[in-house]
């Protein structure tokens, strides 16, 4: 019994030594992936260029505040985070920071002390980019950005999740794989792409799954999940990668051209992925707004340039699979369904019987993934609240649709959603009276 006893204590002795040795011993920081020559200098630009490819700003300055000098609320399933000041401000901000602490935070989710960082940074993406682009955002955010003295906000998460020393067990299980780029090698247009889409750009961190852990199910090519669609703030982030993604109709040119814009002749930019096209794929040049179309539709293109001139083009006529549907809205028979009459009378003048819309201008509704997603919340959100479109350089035309929120009633809009669900060979479940309710009385217009 003694003998027992003296191997439970050594286990238990044994197991604490373990957790202190967890808690306490500093994790290993991950070596430059690349070796660059001991004079290396990034050329003027390439800092601010890599800055726009991450999406610094996106999460980085908070609404209303200085750029890139944190406080924005970041909401995660634990809890809300909030995003740091990246300025080199040397009390609130980076200032203090070597190149290594800076190379941790991006590759390893570590700051300058050795405290894990919450993944809503997202190095398991960044943890793929290339050491030159590291340096060169380095020396911008030290020596080109203006120091902002702003003391943010400290994240506090309930329990368990303020114990931040759990989050180097949730790194053994969600970064999968070595940092640094490897290419396919499919070409150099498609390797840049992919580049681009797998590390600073971290199209994952939208568009890849969740796995049981909330980690991302698929960081880069190859694995099963990459790019195959999740659920972000109540919005669908669709598949954007493979045979079956959103955007397989559309070609390398459309895709790059909806990068660089937010819109093209199928889709307009909305929720989050219109920030991203604000604050980041705007600025990218549009060869490399051409390689990630490559990339995602698995083809190379000719192209140079994307979003040429807008110019007049012929109403496009409604395909097979939404022919019987233009009939029916051009018939315009009494007898019609209520959401029909009611698209006839409010949407049928921008979005027309076929459902094709006006190419830059009003998106598709035949096909849209926001209109048959499974998160409802954003369709009706735009019928009931309206819609932005944002400019960017190259089409700096701000698009505007109203909202319906006085003029429709919440069975009426939800007639008009179901209708749009099913219209034109969709085929998603209808919308309730209490879906639209429940959206309305959290509206800010409410």
């Not at 980041?280 to 490559?294: E, F, G, M, R, W």
Request: hydrophobic share 45%; charged share 20%; glycine share 10%.
């Amino acid at each position: 019994m003694m003998k027992l006893l003296r191997i439970i204590a050594g286990l238990v002795a044994l197991g604490i030594v373990a957790l202190l040795a967890f808690v306490f011993i500093p994790v290993q920081r991950t070596a430059p992936t690349e070796t660059l020559a001991a004079d290396w200098q990034p050329e003027p630009g390439h800092g601010q260029y890599v800055m726009h490819a991450a999406d610094c700003v996106a999460c980085h300055t908070a609404e209303g505040g200085e750029p890139l000098a944190g406080g924005r609320p970041i909401a995660s399933p634990m809890g809300t985070i909030w995003s740091s000041n990246i300025t080199p401000d040397a009390e609130t901000g980076i200032g203090g920071w070597s190149l290594d602490d800076f190379r941790a935070a991006l590759v390893d989710g570590i700051d300058d002390e050795g405290e894990h960082l919450y993944p809503a940074m997202p190095y398991e993406n960044y943890r793929h980019m290339r050491e030159g682009d590291i340096r060169a955002l380095y020396g911008y955010l030290m020596n080109e950005v203006a120091p902002v003295r702003n003391a943010v906000a400290q994240t506090s998460l309930e329990f368990p999740y303020n114990l931040r020393f759990g989050i180097r067990a949730w790194n053994w299980l969600a970064l999968s794989g070595k940092a640094g780029f490897t290419p396919a090698g499919a070409s150099e247009m498609r390797d840049r792409g992919q580049y681009l889409v797998e590390g600073p750009g971290h199209c994952a961190a939208c568009h890849s799954p969740r796995d049981q852990y909330m980690a991302q199910d698929g960081t880069q090519a190859g694995e099963a999940n990459f790019l195959a669609g999740s659920v972000v703030g109540g919005w669908d982030a669709p598949a954007i990668y493979g045979a079956g993604s959103s955007i397989a109709g559309w070609s390398v040119e459309e895709t790059a051209a909806y990068l660089a814009t937010g819109r093209n002749a199928h889709s307009t930019a909305n929720g989050e992925m219109a920030l991203v096209v604000e604050h980041s794929l705007q600025y990218l040049t549009d060869a490399d707004n051409l390689a990630i179309a490559a990339f995602l539709k698995g083809q190379d293109s000719d192209a140079t340039a994307v979003a040429a001139p807008m110019k007049a083009m012929a109403e496009a006529e409604a395909d097979a699979a939404g022919k019987a549907t233009a009939e029916m809205l051009t018939e315009a028979s009494p007898d019609m369904p209520l959401g029909a009459r009611l698209y006839l009378d409010n949407c049928s003048g921008c979005h027309f019987v076929t459902g094709k819309g006006a190419p830059e201008i009003f998106p598709e509704l035949a096909g849209n993934s926001l209109v048959t997603g499974s998160e409802t919340g954003p369709l009706i959100s735009i019928i009931l609240n309206g819609a932005e479109v944002a400019p960017t350089a190259r089409r700096p035309m701000h698009l505007v649709m109203q909202g319906y929120a006085e003029r429709l009633d919440d069975a009426e809009i939800a007639e008009l959603a179901s209708f749009l669900r099913s219209a034109w060979g969709n085929k998603a479940p209808a919308i309730t009276t209490g879906d639209v309710a429940a959206l309305r009385s959290k509206s800010p217009a409410h």
